[in-house]
């Protein structure tokens, strides 16, 4: 095993966007027994020490890669084009008048149903993207646009997050 492969060759998986979740947490666990420190408590503080790095690393991998978007976006690193979500925040302006009018519709919601249906139609968008970009990276090799899908689903996803948050206000209050 090499520490510095890439978290796909780490686990023993294709490189690709599509995974199965099963094949995944199963390559994790029987990865993980492998390097577990207590494995290696007879051989010494070095030896522990090292079992620890490895596995924090396979732990590493296995997060990053059992989350559709920084799955996305690794492999989008991996082929050279970054996401660069902090420093490249062009949106297409289509993408942007959506945004703001899912942000409207969310201030603006004066029930849960409202946010509720918000929240169904901002899902289903995040969807449809994960699938555009699940076609970008596994059938189209095109990384470069797979990347601003992703920072579209960043965007996404943090409103989610808010329309959770207000969801909770009107659980709250019952």
Not at 1 to 22: P, Q, V, Y
Not at 40 to 68: C, I, S, Y
Not at 70 to 82: M, N, Q, S
Not at 140 to 168: C, K, T
């Amino acid at each position: 095993m090499n520490i510095d492969a890439d978290d796909f060759t780490l686990l023993g998986l294709e490189r690709k966007f599509e995974l199965n979740r099963a094949e995944l947490d199963s390559a994790w666990k029987a990865l993980q027994a492998q390097v577990h420190p207590d494995r290696f408590a007879a051989e010494g503080g070095t030896a522990q020490r090292l079992a620890m790095q490895w596995a924090v690393r396979v732990n590493e991998a296995h997060q990053r890669l059992k989350d559709p978007l920084k799955r996305a976006a690794y492999l989008c690193e991996l082929a050279g084009a970054p996401v660069q979500a902090h420093s490249n925040t062009a949106m297409p302006g289509d993408f942007l008048m959506q945004q703001m009018q899912w942000r409207e519709a969310l201030e603006e919601a004066d029930s849960a149903a409202e946010v509720e249906t918000l929240s169904d139609e901002v899902t289903e968008q995040r969807k449809a993207r994960l699938a555009r970009v699940r076609q970008l990276l596994d059938a189209d090799a095109n990384p470069a646009q797979a990347a601003q899908e992703v920072r579209a689903l960043m965007f996404i996803d943090r409103l989610l997050e808010e329309i959770d948050g207000r969801l909770e206000q009107y659980e709250d209050a019952r």
